[in-house]
């Protein structure tokens, strides 16, 4: 656990600057001047870099990096670096950070970063004997795969169990999927539990006669699952046509309509998504994959559901909880060759894949929060669409302080438009875009 490096509650922070607010964090995580010129653009990832991690490089895309305000988890301030396009998630999951500060902070809980392998056995004639015949060799097979990564090993992961599922009803037939349980410690763990799996291959074709086609691992990261709680006082929540309870209430019923209804469920969960991935894609690592697992698990019991479960408690007030699969690494891919992933990594300071999980879940039920509170109390486009206003401003050619003037402008009418823009940048002494 690193040192704590003050509050994360930045009263006003929204409103500085782009320099002070990189200032502020810089010196809230210690960055260097390199750190502090890759926040900027002036530094940071660049062509050839890029050409050495993906293929047919032909350039750069950038996105914006925001910090998230307010976080507490497990009494400890975090500032959470997020990558994201779309405006209000970096306000909106920094506000719900702070009415769950009020009732102090997220709680979280993970398991060991365990892994699955799977490896798909066919043309055995029985597929139960075939399973019996894997389990004979398990302690051979555990030890095959803990030579596979000395590192991991070393540092106490390693192979952790073997479980066999037959699949008797399948297009191909019957098939025995054997799944081979890896601890990778602080890595994501795709290759090391792959390389595993390719490794054990043909001592599970010897056992059983038949023929391994598939070695890959799992995103559906069961036994890899992290859990955020908080609570949030009733009077928190209350707004000038509402109150407490009547938020509260109104929270709850929005939680159980994406409980009973995939239709809204899918966009429920999108809202969790939306500050989960922005954290993966800033700290480089696979947010595709956590989606996948995510989404899997949510729909685990055969009908797919909400990730999030909202209730009152005794008191009246709003608790909330949030667990899924989260397979992410401190060490390893993007996370220690992006430029700025790296900065990442130090403004939120994390000491173990673990750590960021937790942290992970936090965000996600932090930005669940956001969203339905917005959707019973005001409703969604209110808020999205001011934030939504600058984009329209810049689109239509407004800089300066003109897109300032633009921005008020579109919002006293109410008529957040690219269109309205473009004539209003034209009637202000602007360029309008084409």
């Known amino acids: 656990m690193t040192e704590k490096r003050g509050t994360s509650r930045l009263t006003g922070f929204y409103k500085r600057t782009l320099a002070e607010r ?26 050839t870099q890029a050409d050495q991690m993906i293929e047919n490089v032909i350039g ?9 305000t307010n976080f507490l988890i497990n009494g400890r301030d975090y500032l959470i670096p997020m990558v994201v396009e779309e405006p209000s998630i970096v306000a909106g999951v920094s506000l719900a950070a702070r009415l769950i500060r009020a009732g102090g902070g997220f709680v979280t809980s993970s398991d060991d970063p365990v892994m699955i392998g799977q490896i798909q056995v066919l043309d055995v004639p029985d597929v139960y004997i075939a399973a019996g015949q894997v ?55 795709a290759n090391t539990i792959n390389t595993a ?20 691992l799992s995103n559906l990261a069961d036994h890899r699952l992290a859990t955020a709680e908080c609570i949030i006082p009733a009077d928190q929540l209350a707004t000038e046509d509402l109150s ?87 060490v390893g891919g993007a996370t220690r ?45 209110a808020g999205h669409m001011r934030l939504h206003a600058r984009q329209m401003a810049v689109a239509a050619g407004a800089s300066g302080d003109l897109i300032q003037r633009v921005v008020d402008a579109m919002i006293a009418e109410g008529a957040i438009r ?9 009637q202000m002494g602007g360029r309008a875009s084409e």
Request: with cysteine; glycine share 10%.
């Open 418 to 426: 690219l269109d309205r823009a473009r004539e209003l940048v034209q």
């Open 135 to 189: 389990m004979a060799i398990k302690d051979r097979l555990l030890e095959e795969a803990n030579c596979c990564d000395l590192t991991i090993t070393n540092l106490g992961g390693g192979a952790r169990g073997l479980e066999v599922r037959p699949l008797l009803d399948t297009p191909a037939g019957p098939m025995l999927i054997v799944h081979l349980l890896l601890d990778v410690r602080d890595a994501m763990g």
């Open 337 to 381: 060759v992006h430029p700025t992933a790296k900065v990442a990594m130090k403004i939120l300071g994390v000491q173990s894949a673990r750590e960021l999980a937790e942290v992970l879940v936090s965000v996600g039920l932090a930005q669940n929060l956001a969203a339905i509170r917005a959707l019973a109390t005001t409703g969604i486009q």
């Open 244 to 330: 407490g309870a009547d938020v509260v209430r109104g929270i709850v019923e929005a939680y159980a309509f994406a409980a009973a209804d995939p239709y809204r469920a899918a966009t429920h969960n999108k809202g969790v998504m939306n500050g989960m991935d922005a954290v993966c894609i800033a700290t480089g690592n696979d947010w595709r994959a956590l989606e996948a697992g995510a989404h899997a698990y949510a729909a685990r019991s055969g009908h797919y559901t909400s990730m999030t479960q909202w209730w009152a408690d005794d008191e009246g007030n709003l608790r909330g909880k949030l667990t899924l699969p989260v397979a992410v690494g401190t």
């Open 22 to 47: 990189a200032a502020l964090v810089g010196q809230w995580a210690g960055l260097d001047t390199l750190d502090q010129a890759t926040l900027l653009g002036m530094a940071g990832l660049n062509a």
């Open 197 to 216: 799996c390719e490794k054990l291959a043909p001592m599970i074709e010897e056992a059983t006669g038949g023929r391994v086609n598939l070695r890959i």
């Open 60 to 68: 750069i895309y950038a996105l914006p990096l925001g910090v998230a």
